[in-house]
């Protein structure tokens, strides 16, 4: 029996959006573009591009496949992508996903993204972020303390400026098994199996909600996830109080980052 979308949601933070909402019934979940670096190799495939291209081969997974191969071949494409632009793999843009495959009865994740089964989090492994994170909100706290105003924090992210080596750093260890962080993404680089996070579904009927990065929690449904973020943004417009986070609500912007949010049935899967 099929995947049943029951609610999904996709709102980019500003006029663009990297983010994708993946509505088969074989294959469901999100794709999550990388927000744009300064020192991204010029002339290459956009996150959005590369989001978007990995969600249409994951639309045409159907049968017995294996995650790893998946992800083996959804990172043969975007190598090929680079190359076409003469970017070496891991200089561009990247993606994270995580989808339910209907036919494999499991959830696949490689990067970040939330995930509930049955309203139970599935928490994400460290993936390095959060100590990039606590690094600008102590910036961006010191300079509060220092008198800087709010407004002038959320027209230029002083933090996030100064946290970019360590943003740097993140991508040249994604897919590297070098630390304790399990730093992964979809980004023309093979990556390390054990970063291809793949659950069980359970043989009963359950639900799944995946979002994206620009939920700070995900929610069971998309009411709360909204209400949750609305709060969040009022009490905490720099994204610097806990858990903390790499970039702000700027001013002009809709929310810190794009969001996509999508609640799934799981029907009982059928007796052999």
């Not at 049955?118 to 959060?130: I, N, T």
């Not at 008198?147 to 080596?165: H, I």
């Not at 023309?188 to 359970?202: A, K, Y």
Request: glycine share 8%; with cysteine; aromatic share 4%.
């Amino acid at each position: 029996m099929p995947i049943t979308v029951i609610e999904s949601f996709i709102r980019g933070a500003g006029d663009e959006c990297a983010d994708v909402v993946i509505e088969t019934p074989e294959v469901a979940g999100i794709v999550d573009g990388a927000t744009a670096k300064p020192w991204d190799a010029p002339g290459g495939p956009s996150g959005q591009r590369i989001a978007g291209e990995v969600a249409d081969l994951l639309r045409s997974l159907s049968g017995n496949v294996v995650a790893r191969d998946a992800v083996a071949h959804l990172t043969r494409h975007v190598a090929a992508l680079l190359d076409s632009a003469s970017i070496a793999p891991g200089q561009g843009s990247a993606a994270a996903l995580a989808v339910v495959h209907c036919g494999a009865r499991q959830l696949w994740r490689v990067g970040e993204a939330g995930v509930l089964v049955d309203e139970q989090a599935l928490p994400g492994r460290s993936s390095g972020e959060e100590v990039v994170a606590r690094a600008r909100a102590l910036v961006l706290h010191t300079l509060l303390a220092d008198g800087a105003s709010l407004d002038d924090l959320r027209t230029k992210d002083a933090g996030r400026e100064a946290v970019y080596p360590l943003l740097r750093s993140l991508v040249a260890v994604r897919n590297r098994v070098v630390s304790t962080y399990v730093n992964a993404a979809i980004d023309g680089r093979p990556v390390p199996e054990t970063f291809v996070e793949v659950v069980d579904l359970p043989r009963t009927a359950c639900e799944v909600v995946i979002t994206s990065d620009g939920y700070p929690e995900p929610a069971p449904t998309l009411a709360d996830a909204e209400a949750r973020l609305r709060a969040r943004l009022d009490r905490d417009p720099l994204m610097i109080h806990e858990p903390p986070a790499t970039k702000g609500w700027m001013l002009g912007k809709g929310s810190f980052d794009d969001r996509s949010y999508v609640r799934l049935s799981i029907p009982a899967a059928e007796l052999a």
